[in-house]
Nanobody, 128 residues
Framework: QVQLRDSGGGLVQAGGSLRLSCAAS????????MAWFRQAPGKEREFVAG????????SYADSAKGRFTIARDNGKNTVDLQMMSLKSEDTAVYYC?????????????????????WGQGTQVTVSS
């Protein structure tokens, strides 16, 4: 069972950048597809970005395309989300998520129900 620890959130001005990081406890980290979700107050949790087991496949929500980059390091058991050109509407709690898969080239799942393991969340606040 993998344990995830999110970090890197904070307060940033619009147009600024932040890098979120997720550290996983599991030695078989490379067996998990990973993703970042976010949840703003009063809204449902939504998919932001995902990456497959070996890092060759990524997927982004339309709101994240061109601004956010997801990357993983299977040697360090980490997955990062680099966020640039932040907007006030990016304000939310961001969660790292993992799902075990035997299929390396499995398409990235975008539904939160497809993920079994979650980090505790890290707050990102973008001031306008």
């Amino acid at each position: 069972q993998v344990q995830l620890r999110d970090s890197g959130g904070g307060l940033v001005q619009a147009g600024g950048s932040l890098r979120l990081s997720c550290a996983a406890s599991e030695r078989t980290f490379s067996s998990y597809s990973m993703a970042w979700f976010r949840q703003a107050p009063g809204k449902e949790r939504e998919f932001v970005a995902g990456i497959n087991r070996n890092g060759y496949i990524t997927s982004y929500a339309d709101s994240a395309k061109g601004r956010f980059t997801i990357a993983r390091d299977n040697g360090k058991n980490t997955v990062d989300l680099q966020m640039m050109s932040l907007k006030s509407e990016d304000t939310a709690v961001y969660y790292c998520a993992a799902t075990f898969t035997r299929v390396v080239w499995r398409p990235i799942a975008r539904d939160s129900k497809d993920y079994n393991y979650w980090g505790q969340g890290t707050q990102v606040t973008v001031s306008s």
